[in-house]
C-alpha cells in the first residue's frame, strides 16, 4: 500500500520529518470511504468523464492512467482522450469547455517554469475544489548496470548525464552537480524518460535523472543500476541525495507533484470525483492502489486545501530553481 494521509510543513519535506495522522475519525472516515470505493453506479445512471491520457502512450504517466480508469469506470461512463503528452494533453483539457473533463499533470512545476521563462500559464485558474487527486514522487539517478555510479561525483569528470525537466531547470541541476563536485559534466535534455533509460542502457548516456517507477523497472530487470533518491527519507532501497552530496541547494530533495483536475462540472460532481479518488487511493486491494506501490510513488490522502499547498510549494520551488 502506497499511500500517506498528509504532506505537513514543506521545510520538513527538505529535511526529512514525515508526519502521518491517525485520529478515529480518519479511520472511520477512511472506512466509509474504502466501503463507497466497492460499490458501482449502474451502467445507466453512470455520468460522463473525459479523461486526458496527458502522457506519451507508453509512458509511466500514461500506465498510471490506465489503471484508474479502470476503477473510474465503476462509477463513471469514462471516455479516454488522447493526450499525446503532458503539454499537448493539458491543451487538450483546457480548450474543451461542454463535457466533464479530467487530467492528471505536473500542475506547480509546469506553472511555475513558464513563469520563470516569462510565458503564459500551463493551467491557468488553478482551483483547490476542482483538484480530486494529489501524488508525490522522486527520482534517483541510475548508471548502466555494472558501472559504478560514484564516477559522478568524480573530480574532474566529463560525463553525459540525461534528465527530462526541460533546458532550464536541468541546467540547474548539472550546474550544481559541476559545482559540488567539480567536474564538467554534459547536460542531455530528453523529453520522453524511456527513450532516456534506453539510451543508458545503449551506453549513448553515462547517467540519467529517472522516475523511480522506470528506476525500479529497469532495475528489477538488470539493466540499470540506480542510487541516490531525491527522496530525503531514502526509499527503494537507495540511499537520499542529499546526504551523497551534503549540500543545501533544495534540488536535491525535490518532490514531484502530480495534480489531478476536474472542470466543466458542479461542487458536487467535483467532491463526489475527489472522495471516491481518496478512497480507491486508500483501498489496498484497488488496482489504482497496487500501481502506485510497483511505481514507488505515494498517492496523497488530503483535503483539496492541502493539495492546493502542495501545488504552490512546487510553484514556488520551481521558481526558484529556475533562478
Known amino acids: 500500500m502506497r499511500f500517506r494521509t498528509k504532506l505537513l510543513d514543506y521545510e520538513q519535506i527538505r529535511k526529512v520529518h514525515y508526519m502521518f495522522k491517525s485520529t478515529l475519525t480518519t479511520l472511520l472516515g477512511a472506512a466509509a470511504l474504502v466501503a463507497a470505493s466497492f460499490t458501482s453506479a449502474n451502467s445507466a445512471d453512470k455520468p460522463e468523464l473525459k479523461f486526458v ?24 461512463d469514462v471516455t479516454k482522450v488522447p493526450g499525446g503528452g503532458s503539454i499537448k494533453g493539458n491543451k487538450i483539457f483546457q480548450r474543451t469547455d461542454d463535457v466533464p473533463m479530467y487530467v492528471m499533470t505536473k500542475t506547480g512545476f509546469q506553472n511555475g517554469r513558464v513563469k520563470a521563462e516569462g510565458n503564459p500559464e500551463f493551467h491557468p485558474g488553478v482551483r483547490a475544489n476542482r483538484m480530486v487527486l494529489a501524488i508525490s514522487y522522486y527520482k534517483t539517478m541510475c548508471v548502466a548496470a555494472g558501472n ?14 540525461g534528465f527530462d525537466e526541460g533546458i532550464a531547470p536541468s541546467n540547474k541541476y548539472i550546474a550544481n552537480f559541476n559545482r559540488i563536485s567539480g567536474s564538467n559534466h554534459i547536460m542531455v535534455p530528453y523529453k520522453s524518460s524511456g527513450k532516456g533509460a534506453g539510451a543508458v542502457i545503449t551506453g549513448d548516456l553515462d547517467a540519467y535523472l529517472l522516475n523511480e517507477a522506470k528506476a525500479l523497472k529497469f532495475s528489477k530487470s538488470g539493466q540499470l543500476t540506480c542510487q541516490y533518491t531525491q527522496n530525503p527519507a531514502g526509499g527503494n532501497g537507495w540511499k537520499p541525495l542529499k546526504a551523497r552530496v551534503n549540500d543545501d541547494w533544495f534540488g536535491w530533495s525535490y518532490t514531484h507533484f502530480l495534480i489531478g483536475h476536474v472542470k466543466n462540472v458542479d461542487d458536487a460532481f467535483a467532491d463526489t470525483l ?30 483539496q486545501a492541502d493539495m492546493m499547498k502542495t501545488y504552490e510549494q512546487a510553484y514556488d520551488d520551481t521558481i526558484n530553481l529556475m533562478k
Do not use: C, H
Open 53 to 76: 491520457m496527458a502522457g506519451s502512450a507508453s509512458g509511466t504517466f500514461n500506465s498510471f492512467n490506465k489503471v484508474l480508469v479502470t476503477d473510474l469506470e465503476k462509477f463513471y
Open 148 to 161: 559504478d555510479i560514484e564516477k559522478i561525483f568524480a573530480k574532474a569528470g566529463s560525463l553525459k548525464i
Open 274 to 303: 475527489y472522495t471516491r479518488i481518496q478512497a480507491i487511493m486508500a483501498n489496498p486491494k484497488s488496482a489504482t492502489s497496487m500501481k502506485l506501490a510497483k511505481n514507488g510513488w505515494f498517492g496523497e490522502i488530503m483535503s
